[in-house]
């Protein structure tokens, strides 16, 4: 398929994503002026521990965004890899794992949003970078009262029109699609408090993490490489109090998971392979 100028700003991506499968089968099941308008972000699992879904939705109301409907998601190896298949190119293994640790460790919720004006790159624009240095206090991953490391970035949107269409595909199955092109309101809140109450609280401090876990643990967890293999299976240490740890440690060591590639080289190369 042919994928419209205005879905994406890279003449590759396009050519790229005119033959990925979820891009082709989710294409042919949009409504008519679905996009641009439409777009989605996703609450991480660490927000729904740290309770901040609600600012995330206000700031995102405050600056024009209308929630429509709300599914919960759960992350899995293949969802990880898929949604970020070509940023992760050339990621060492160890990344990847942390990388499954953090996202597979509870539920996310995809909320799909509409604004009347570009939805997908207001809204990424209004995300905010991944390094917390770099964020500002209107952004939705600028939260107050949470922990602000790197690999905790608690919200995830897509870049431009065309990976709604494709991340769609990948976190929903066929029926799940019709009802979201089919949403016009939804109590997202009450879907969230659900999500939010099944969990324990966690503000993913390090300190009190550590706390927590120096009686089942080795204390000297910071500042060693992939320090969370060696608490995540242990029956009495809370898997949040591990991804605190697995955050931090990463951190500190200056080195933010995934290591992405230069996307507009990857979809050069990948484009000219297809021409």
Known sequence: MRVPDWCSDSPEKRVVFGSDPYVVETWRELPAGWLPATTFLLLRPEAIVARVGCTVLGRARSAGFT???????????????????????????????????????????????????????RLRALKGPSQPRDRRPHHLRSLPGVSQVGPLTYVHTPDEPIDVVRELGIFLDTEQRRRVFAATSDDVVRTLTQLENAVEYRDFSLEPALDRIRPYAPSDLIGEDAAWLRVQDNPRISRWDAVAVAAHSCAERNSVPPTYVCLRDEFAKLAGART
């Open 67 to 121: 929630p429509l409907t709300a599914v919960p998601i759960r992350f899995d190896r293949r969802m990880v890899r898929e949604i970020w298949r070509h940023d992760l190119n050339g990621t060492p293994p160890s990344r990847l794992r942390l990388l499954d640790f953090l996202l597979t460790a509870g539920d996310c919720l995809l909320v799909v949003v509409r604004h009347p004006d570009d939805a997908a790159r």
